[in-house]
């Protein structure tokens, strides 16, 4: 399973990876229970690689977030994304402490707890998941 191919569906529960494209649609399957689906190319679709959490010096790509949350838990699930807000807010407290807690919501949180819940229980190593290099430009 390749991290750069899976995506989320506005409106659909759970995540997908892509397997297929045609010409007005995407082919992908669920990961949850692996059923294939064609998305239209009308519904809104992302990335999980193209995501990030705000935090208050920059914005982390969630690749990053789901590497720590990994380690934390020592490649396990963590916490359930129907905790309360309070526990949800300082499981992600430990694992990325900078997050930005005005502009990334208590349902923020829980969708990304739940995507990780779902990575993880799909075989997802995120050891094992390269994180893309990009060059930066310095402004002067």
């Known amino acids: ?3 750069n ?11 997908y990876q892509v397997v297929s494209q045609s ?26 690689e193209n995501i990030a ?3 208050y010096e920059e914005d982390i790509p ?3 977030v789901f590497k720590a949350m990994f380690e934390k838990t020592e490649g396990k699930e963590a916490i359930s994304h129907k905790e309360s807000g ?19 919501y208590t349902s923020n949180i829980k969708k990304v707890i ?5 990575l993880v229980n799909a075989g997802m190593d995120f050891s ?9 430009t310095e402004k002067e």
């Open 1 to 3: 399973m390749e991290f």
């Open 5 to 15: 191919k899976i995506i989320a569906v506005t409106g659909k529960a759970g995540l």
């Open 23 to 48: 010409k007005n649609a995407i082919i992908v399957a669920s990961l949850a229970d692996d059923k294939r689906v064609a998305i239209n190319a009308t519904q809104n679709v992302s990335l999980l």
């Open 53 to 55: 959490i705000y935090t």
């Open 62 to 64: 969630l690749l990053q």
């Open 86 to 104: 309070k526990k949800l807010e300082a499981f992600f407290a430990e694992v990325l402490p900078d997050y930005d807690a005005e502009r990334v």
């Open 114 to 118: 739940q995507w990780f819940n779902l």
């Open 128 to 136: 094992k998941v390269e994180t893309p290099t990009e060059e930066k």
